[in-house]
């Protein structure tokens, strides 16, 4: 069956540096456009960025400018490099396609604070 499994996250202080990973396994992933959400505590899940099979990437205005995403065909994953983070970037970061066709995996959490 299908599974997503993100992994990286972790405290770090105000205007740091995290980079997250997600493997996705059975699906056929080159041909996926895969998206990363986050979930902070009492709000919705938000999609805050995605990248196409063809590396075309958007991003939610909240992030944009810091937080950068790519893709590894080859190794079935998809990254989320986060720079000069925020307290309110705190949240659970979770993979998905931008249909959220995926099931969802247990996410990462993010903290951010001094």
């Known amino acids: 069956q299908v599974q997503v499994v993100e992994s990286g996250g972790g405290l770090v202080q105000p205007g740091g540096s995290l980079r997250l990973s997600c493997v996705a396994s059975r699906i056929i992933f080159r041909l996926t456009t895969m998206g990363w959400y986050r979930q902070a505590p009492g709000k919705q899940r938000e999609l805050v960025a995605d990248i196409s099979t063809g590396g075309i990437t958007t991003y939610a205005n909240s992030v944009k400018g810091r937080f950068t995403i790519s893709r590894d065909n080859s190794e079935n994953t998809v990254y989320l490099q986060m720079n000069t983070l925020k307290p309110e970037d705190t949240a659970v970061y979770y993979c998905?396609?931008?249909?959220?066709?995926?099931?969802w995996g247990q996410g990462t959490q993010v903290t951010v604070s001094s």
């Open positions: 998905n396609t931008p249909s959220r066709a995926l099931p």
